[in-house]
């Protein structure tokens, strides 16, 4: 089993900028491994959650969407099993609940998902 802990979500005016973390811990799951990536999701009330970065634990390699690629930067210290997502520029669109998730390379295929922070933009 493994826990996910997310920290660093909060309130920040548009244009701000927030950093979240998250802390995998537990045993049964190798953290840095072939086919194994860290990623953050986040999700509005009605909406689908959504992938917004993910990184390969073992090689480092990075995805974006459209919507915050050149905004959000992932990245991770596997000596510390945690992963850091970087906001910039931040929306008031940007507005959700941002979830951690241990992945399936190259796939949003959740193996396990934090808890959620809440991360707040106003205009």
């Known amino acids: 089993q493994v826990q996910l802990v997310e920290s660093g979500g909060g309130s920040v005016q548009a244009g701000g900028s927030l950093r979240l973390s998250c802390v995998a811990s537990?045993?049964?799951?190798?953290?840095?491994?072939?086919?194994?990536?860290m990623g953050w999701f986040r999700q509005v009330p009605g909406k689908e959650r959504e992938g917004v970065a993910r990184?390969?634990?073992?090689?480092?390699?990075?995805y974006y969407p459209d919507s915050v690629k050149g905004r959000f930067t992932i990245s991770q210290d596997n000596a510390k099993k945690t992963v850091y997502l970087q906001m910039n520029s931040l929306k008031p669109e940007d507005t959700a609940m941002y979830y951690c998730a241990a992945l399936r390379t190259g796939t949003w295929y959740v193996y396990y998902w934090g808890q959620g922070t809440q991360v707040t933009v106003s205009s």
């Open positions: 537990g045993s049964g799951y190798t953290y840095s491994a072939d086919g194994k990536s």
């Open positions: 990184i390969s634990t073992r090689f480092g390699s990075t």
